[in-house]
């Protein structure tokens, strides 16, 4: 099987009948761009982030560039980020004149290395971008001491982690600037979009005129029906607005966060159990204080001990109807980042190391108890009847991992 009805697509969205009915109300309305449902999503997300300002735009991509706009990147500027992470989170340094220098992750939380972060830093370092990996929290305690010691910006690639939290506080409201993602996969959507969540009322006006061709603030106006204005052009910006009919999507999703996570919590806690004994690593439990916002329940294969590649194991899985991903294949081992920067695998043996092993399994709040049962039973049975040797990579590597 590799179609049909009963294959399980990773990181398929759950979209109701209330979807629909606020898309087809959207649609009749005739407010289908940007306007009162875009503004209402924004109140929304801001206050379920705790945030003051919340800036919807087209995508994460375009608040992680238009945050590297704000701030006012001299070319050759340095930003620190983790070369385990999505392509958009360094291409977004790079759209902004600077130079993207990763830093190892650790194998155990698969976020940047706090530990790493001081050696990295030179005088063209203006900014630390950390990734809550997975939906993990980075420990932001660290990082903060770190950019303040050396007077650095601080922002946020939050994509995975919309429901975190680090020692009391949403993600959203520690840096100056957090971005999130309502891309299809990721723990709500709005088919494609994103958030700027930020306390700082002129970088949210300043983000609003960059994503909307740098025309000055008042041309939002033009979104509502308080007659023509004229605008003036302030900026050469850029074309990021969210879409009422994106937004229409999002209104029905925020709501539902809360019960969403809790059965991805139960769906995590189920593989963990059923694969303990197995020759693989399973995540490391969420740090003391935090919550862990269950984006990706990534397995690291023992590939050695489970007698097969990880895309073999993959092949396996989809040849039983069981979508998998890869998150990720670290940054410096593409094409682009090696020959630009000249990186060699071993440069960041952390994230060389998980790019090789790790393997994410659908975490859908949408998964009912008989996909997760056969997805537990199918990933046992792959790993159990594959399972020729005794593991060559010592176990008590788990220790350092
Ligand atoms: C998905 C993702 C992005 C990009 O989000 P889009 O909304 O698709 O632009 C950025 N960073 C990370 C870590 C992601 O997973």
Redesign the pocket.
């Known amino acids: 099987m590799s179609s049909g009805d009963d294959y399980i697509i990773f990181g398929s969205p759950s979209i109701g009948d209330e979807e629909l009915q606020e898309v087809r109300a959207t649609l009749e309305s005739c407010w289908i761009g940007t306007g009162p449902r875009v503004k209402r999503f924004e109140e929304a997300f801001a206050e379920y982030v705790g945030a003051k300002y919340a800036v919807a735009l087209?995508?994460?991509?375009?608040?992680?560039h238009l945050a590297m706009v704000t701030a006012g990147l001299e070319p050759g500027d340095e930003v620190i980020t983790t070369p385990m992470?999505?392509?958009?989170?360094a291409n977004?340094i790079i759209h902004a004149g600077g130079v993207p220098v990763f830093v190892d992750c650790d194998r155990r939380s698969m976020n940047i290395d706090v530990n790493q972060i001081e050696a990295a830093i030179t005088p063209r370092t203006r900014a630390i971008l950390p990734?809550?990996?997975a939906g993990r929290p980075c420990d932001m305690e660290a990082i903060g001491r770190i950019a303040s010691r050396h007077g650095l910006m601080v922002i946020e690639?939050a994509?995975?982690c919309i429901e975190g939290a680090y020692h009391g506080r949403k993600i959203g409201t520690i840096s100056p600037i957090t971005?999130?993602?309502?891309?299809?996969?990721?723990n709500m959507t709005t088919s494609?979009?994103?958030m700027i969540c930020t306390d700082d009322a002129e970088l949210a006006e300043q983000v609003k005129v960059y994503g909307l061709h740098g025309l000055s603030g008042d041309a939002w106006r033009r979104f509502s029906d308080g007659g023509y204005r004229h605008y003036e052009v302030v900026f050469p910006g850029f074309k990021n607005n969210m879409t009422d009919l994106a937004a229409a999507i999002g209104l029905c999703q925020l709501p539902r966060l809360v019960p969403w996570l809790t059965r991805r919590g139960e769906i995590w806690s189920q593989y963990d159990e059923a694969f303990a004994d197995l020759p693989c690593w399973r995540p490391a439990p969420p740090e003391p204080g935090t919550v862990h916002a269950r984006?990706l329940y990534t397995l690291l294969l023992d590939c050695a001990a489970a007698g097969l590649s990880r895309d073999q194991f993959m092949a396996e899985l989809h040849q039983r109807g069981i979508g998998t991903g890869v998150?990720?294949r670290a940054l410096h081992l593409h094409k682009y980042y090696r020959e630009r920067f000249g990186y060699k695998p071993e440069d960041f043996p952390n994230a060389a190391w998980i790019s090789e092993r790790t393997v994410s399994l659908p975490l859908s709040a949408k998964l009912t108890p008989e996909d997760v049962d056969r997805i537990v039973t199918t990933v046992q049975s792959v790993l159990s009847k594959s399972r020729r040797h005794a593991p060559s990579e010592p176990r008590g590597q788990g220790e350092s991992i």
């Open positions: 087209n995508s994460c991509t375009a608040c992680l992470t999505f392509a958009a989170t977004a990734v809550h990996f690639d994509a995975h971005c999130f993602s309502f891309y299809v996969t990721k494609e979009g994103g984006h998150h990720y």
